[in-house]
C-alpha cells in the first residue's frame, strides 16, 4: 500500500533516507522526553525518530496515512493522532511537559504550524523542520536582509535559529516546484520578553506590512506621541532593527500608554 500525496493538503513525500536521517538527527533530545511530528505521511521521517531515545507521537490530518502508519508502524500504538495539528491542543496529550516538534511541514501551512510553535514556546525547548527554501531563509535571516521580516523577528526573538541545509526537488514525491531547506530553533535561555508581548507582536506586524514606509508613517496608526516620533530610530525602515530594538520601541511605545 502507497499513500497518495493530495495536492490540497500540500503534500511532498520525502523519499530520501539520508535526508529523513539527518533531519531526526538534528534534534538534540536535551530538555524533553517526547517529540511530536506534524504530516509524517509513509514515516520516512518517522522511522529514524523511532530510533532515538525519546517517545515519538505523531499528527496526521490525512486518514490514509493514518491507516498505513497504523499497518507499518506499531511502535506508533497509541501515538498516532488523528487530527490537524493547527486546531489540536497539544497539551491533550503532553499536558504541561515540555516536548520537541520535527516534519516535513506541508508548504501551504508551514508558517502557520510555525507560529502555532510561537504560541506553545513555553513547552516547545527546541524544533527542526524542512520548509521551502525561501521560507527557512525568511526565518533565519538577520536585519538589513530582503528576507529579514515577521517571521524573523517574531521566531528569533525566543528561539535561536540555525539554517542547516538545503535540499534539492527530486528527493520528494511529488517533487515540488522550489528546493527546501532545513532549520533548527533552540528556544532562548530566558525567552519571556521584557515588554507587552501582545503590542511587540502589533507592532513588528505593523512594521512590516508597509516595509517600504520609515518606521515613522508605518506606525502612524498608534498616533504615537511627538516625543517618541522624534526618535532617530523611528527614521529607520523595519528591515534595519534588530529583534532587540523592537523589544526597547515597544517599552517605549508603553510608556507613553498605548
Known sequence: MQVRAKKHLGQHFLKDHSIAENLANALSGKGYNYVLEVGPGMGVLTQFLLQRDFETYVVEVDV??????????????????????????????????PFAVVGNYPY????????????????IPEMAGMFQKEVAMRIASGPGN??????????????????????????????????SGVIRLTRK????????????????????????????????????????????????????LHWTEFVEMTKKIQQHGI
Open 64 to 97: 490514509e496515512s493514518v491507516v498505513y502508519l497504523e499497518e507499518h508502524f506499531p511502535a506508533l500504538h497509541k501515538h498516532i493522532i488523528p487530527a490537524d495539528y493547527l486546531q489540536w491542543n497539544p497539551k491533550t496529550i503532553f499536558g504541561e511537559e
Open 189 to 240: 535561555a530566558n525567552f519571556e520578553l521584557d515588554c507587552d508581548e501582545a503590542l511587540f507582536k502589533q507592532v513588528v506586524k505593523m512594521a512590516f506590512n508597509q516595509r517600504r514606509k520609515t518606521l515613522r508613517n508605518a506606525l502612524k496608526r498608534l498616533e504615537l506621541p511627538q516625543g517618541l516620533i522624534a526618535e532617530e530610530t523611528l527614521a529607520l525602515r523595519a528591515e534595519r
Open 108 to 123: 501551504n501551512i508551514s508558517s502557520q504550524i510555525l507560529f502555532k510553535v510561537l504560541e506553545f514556546r513555553a513547552q
Open 146 to 179: 530582503k528576507d529579514y521580516g515577521i517571521l524573523s523577528v517574531l521566531t528569533q526573538a525566543y528561539y535561536d535559529v540555525e539554517y542547516l541545509f538545503t535540499v534539492n526537488e527530486d528527493v520528494f514525491i511529488p517533487p515540488p516546484r522550489v528546493k
